[in-house]
Structure formats: structure tokens, C-alpha cells
């Protein structure tokens, strides 16, 4: 098992930042790769970024790319989202989530509780 608590929500304008910080705790040798998925109001929740979690490879929706800079520290397993300018649709509920196997950007094992991010026009 492994336990994912998110912190670094909160409100912000738009063109601003924020980190998103997930500490894992547990079973975190066996991890694979780590993830942040989102969910806005009356939307399903979709993929945000993921990193693989010994070689440090990194992937983006499209929808953050050049925006949202995900990282990773093995030992203190931990990981962060560095995200900068802020837009109003990326209002949502971020997710940390993590896998022990397998590079799909779904079928996550392990959940957070979720962290809200507002973001104001």
C-alpha cells in the first residue's frame, strides 16, 4: 500500500503560480511512475502529467505543456507540480496518484485526497 497526501492548493489571478507538493509513504520502493490527474466541476477527471519514477521521464497533457513542470525526489518521495501561468480552466480538484506498473497514462493503484486549485479572472 501506499499513502498520497497533496498540499500547495489554493487561490490565485490569472498568469499566476503555484506547487503542488504529494508525499508518499508506504510501500514507495515499489513505484513506478507518479501522476497528477484533475477534476473540474461536472467534468470527468482527466490526466495532468506523469513521471516515471527511477528514470525521471516526464509527459504532459497538451493542455499544460510548457506550463506545468512535474518532478520528483526518490528519497524523500516526493513529488511536485511547478505550475505558472495560471489560466480560469484550470480550476479543478488535482490528484496525486501513483502505479506500480506499467507506462499507460491510466489504471492508477493508489489515490490522494485531492488538493483544490482556483484560479480567478
Known amino acids: 500500500q501506499v499513502q498520497l497526501v497533496e498540499s500547495g492548493g489554493g487561490l490565485v489571478q490569472t498568469g499566476g503560480s503555484l506547487r503542488l507538493s504529494c508525499a508518499a509513504s508506504g510501500n514507495t520502493f515499489s513505484t513506478y511512475a507518479m501522476a497528477w490527474f484533475r477534476q473540474a466541476p461536472g467534468k470527468e477527471r482527466e490526466f495532468v502529467a506523469r513521471?516515471?519514477?527511477?528514470?525521471?521521464?516526464?509527459d504532459y497533457a497538451d493542455a499544460v505543456k510548457g506550463r506545468f513542470t512535474i518532478s520528483r525526489d526518490t528519497v524523500m518521495s516526493t513529488v511536485w507540480m511547478q505550475m505558472n501561468n495560471l489560466k480560469p480552466e484550470d480550476t479543478a480538484v488535482y490528484y496525486c496518484?501513483?502505479?506500480?506498473?506499467?507506462?499507460?497514462?491510466?489504471?492508477?493503484?493508489?489515490w490522494g485526497q485531492g488538493t483544490q486549485v482556483t484560479v480567478s479572472s
Open positions: 513521471i516515471g519514477w527511477s528514470a525521471g521521464i516526464e
Open positions: 496518484a501513483a502505479k506500480m506498473a506499467g507506462w499507460s497514462r491510466g489504471d492508477y493503484d493508489f
